[in-house]
């Protein structure tokens, strides 16, 4: 595998209290039910933060100030890395728009965060989150 193929993904762990916002994945179907941390690719010359803040903008309707990266990269494919950074939510209410790939939305106490079914490349920036937060 070359690094020309590889597609960065990027998530956002955002905070508000003692809570992280967390999405319920309603596709593709083989995901459906799982949750993960909001995000998706990174565009062509684009940062990874400038695309958490753009994900997050087009996904949620929100604007979020992004902080220090959680964890290690995290393979979700042959193709595809994930990396996910804090973020904090400035003034607004997170709505998914449109509901194309997440059916809910839910503010997680961070305690709370490993009982949720996670997908796969996100369990360790879970287990990351516990230890920092």
């Not at 998706?40 to 996904?59: L, T, Y």
């Amino acid at each position: 595998m070359t690094t020309e193929t590889s597609v960065i993904v990027v998530g956002a762990a955002i905070v508000r209290g003692d809570a992280v916002l967390c999405a319920r994945r309603s596709a593709p179907e083989s995901l459906a039910g799982k949750w993960e941390f909001p995000g998706g690719k990174v565009e062509a010359g684009e940062s990874d933060q400038d695309a958490v803040v753009r994900e997050c903008r087009e996904e949620l309707g929100i604007e979020v100030a992004v902080g220090e990266r959680v964890g290690a990269d995290a393979r979700i494919n042959e193709r595809l890395t994930l990396r996910v950074y804090l973020a904090r939510l400035l003034p607004g209410q997170p709505e998914p728009l449109p509901l194309e790939d997440h059916d809910e939305l839910a503010w997680v106490p961070w305690a709370r965060l490993p009982d949720l079914e996670w997908l796969a490349p996100d369990i360790p920036i879970v287990e990351e989150l516990s230890r920092i937060l």
